[in-house]
């Protein structure tokens, strides 16, 4: 599609706009100045990961690519502030975006391939709730076998 080929950069930079529109705007300045990957790893990886994602959605639909891609970012909108459907809704803001910015929008193979990445978006977040429940499980596991030891100890020497 030769809409595309030229509007491609213009399409992920604004994709890119509205994935760091959900963060509060101190933080979206950060995102989206700060070019140094290793001082901004999380604008890195959004940049980075959009651009596999587009290039995915109007191309191949190569899962080997596309999962890992969101997987970055869904793993890092997982651990933030975000509920599950503010964490994934950067899979649904391509629609309108294509829709606006190319000619008769976005073919409908393109806009079914977003709703199935938007269904993996979800099940990768919820994936990564699990994992974070379970070590926070595992923690309170560990604080209280510590507590007890430490309160064992503390009755033998009281004795």
Not at 8 to 37: C, H, M, V
Not at 56 to 66: C, F, L, Q, S, V
Not at 76 to 104: C, K, P, W
Request: charged share 30%.
């Amino acid at each position: 599609m030769e809409d595309l080929a030229e509007k491609r950069g213009a399409i992920l930079e604004k994709w890119l706009e509205q994935t760091l529109a959900s963060y509060p705007s101190q933080t979206a300045g950060f995102l989206r100045n700060e070019k140094d990957r290793f001082r901004n790893p999380v604008g890195h990886t959004l940049k980075e990961g959009l651009a596999t994602l587009l290039e995915e959605i109007t191309g191949e639909m190569d899962t080997a690519r596309i999962t890992p891609a969101l997987e970055s970012i869904v793993r890092l909108r997982a651990v933030q502030d975000f509920t599950a459907g503010q964490a994934t809704s950067f899979v649904f803001a391509l629609r309108e975006i294509l829709h606006d910015n190319l000619e008769g929008g976005a073919p409908p193979i393109w806009q079914k391939r977003i709703d199935e990445m938007a269904l993996l978006a979800f099940d990768l977040y919820m994936r990564c709730r699990e994992e974070i429940y379970e070590i926070k499980a595992r923690e309170r596991q560990r604080d209280v076998y510590v507590w007890e030891r430490m309160s064992h100890r503390a009755q033998g020497e009281s004795r």
